[in-house]
């Protein structure tokens, strides 16, 4: 069965999914931000067979969420890191990762000054931290900022 392609939706998130919206571009992403950089390293922490992770590491150099880069021991074989792009999946995985969080959860935020732990929030532009009844989406661009309409 062939995939929907949303590249060309109006949504950004339609767009977005279209990118990174298979679990297996997520969790390689997922790795990258953990230090994974070599083909074999995605490989063996996933457990996904070499034509699939070949096919997710092309399409996600192509989007431009990680590139290739050489070898950080000087060797022949290239690397894959994360673009400033990639980087900016981090919050995505973060939220995927709190929303399932379970102490076998593998992973966590941590707060490279201080070793705690950190959450991902939302706050308003005042500064109050924000919860998922205090927010909602809305379209972009030519609507009433006093009565936005909601996206349904």
């Known amino acids: 069965m062939k995939r929907t392609s949303f590249a060309r939706d109006s949504c950004p998130v339609a767009r977005a999914v279209d990118v990174v919206g298979d679990w297996w571009s997520l969790l390689i992403v997922r790795d990258a931000f953990g230090g994974n950089r070599r ?4 490989e063996k922490n996933l457990g996904v067979a070499k034509n699939i992770l070949a096919d997710r590491l092309r399409k996600l ?16 074989h290239k690397e894959y890191g ?19 969080a379970c102490p076998e959860a593998g992973f966590a935020l941590v707060d490279r000054k ?3 732990p950190a959450r991902l ?18 379209r972009a ?12």
Do not use: C, H, M, Y
């Open 61 to 76: 150099v192509a989007a431009g969420v990680l590139e290739q880069v050489s070898s950080a021991d000087g060797g022949a």
């Open 82 to 100: 994360l673009t400033e792009r990639g980087r900016g999946l981090l919050p995505v995985v973060v939220a995927l990762g709190q929303w399932a």
């Open 141 to 152: 661009g030519g609507f009433d900022a006093a009565n936005p309409p909601a996206i349904r």
């Open 114 to 116: 201080k070793g705690k």
């Open 121 to 138: 929030e939302f706050r308003s532009e005042d500064g109050r931290l924000l919860g998922p009844d205090d927010v909602r989406l809305v």
């Open 39 to 42: 083909f074999g390293e995605f």
